[in-house]
């Protein structure tokens, strides 16, 4: 069975959240102006996948964590992004306290 590709909805809803235009988003991660929007109009529209470099040039541009990109489902996506905003040693607190549940 083959899962949809999560990664042209995930960055569609942290581009909008960010309130970013595609082209906005492409400029500000370094293409090209006159491509830029293009090019996110196919990332979002699932025709292309961006590769991980300019995944994570995306990511830190929104403010959200590189593995956002590839969550499934809304739940899952917004644990990525608290759970990269906690220091290491409330991510380890965190793993314990589950671990034990």
Do not use: W
């Not at 370094?30 to 929007?37: F, R």
């Not at 403010?63 to 739940?75: A, H, M």
């Amino acid at each position: 069975m083959q899962t949809e590709n999560p990664i042209p909805v995930r960055l569609k809803i942290a581009r909008k959240k960010a309130q970013l235009t595609q082209k906005e988003l492409g400029v500000r991660i370094g293409m090209d102006e006159g491509s830029a929007s293009g090019r996110m109009n196919h990332y979002e529209k699932g025709r292309h996948t961006p590769d991980v470099a300019t995944l994570k040039r995306m990511a830190k541009e929104l403010g959200v964590p590189l593995n956002y990109f590839f969550c499934e489902d809304q739940t899952t996506a917004e644990l990525a992004c608290l759970i990269s905003k906690m220091t290491k040693e409330e991510q380890k607190e965190l793993i314990t306290r589950l671990s034990n549940s």
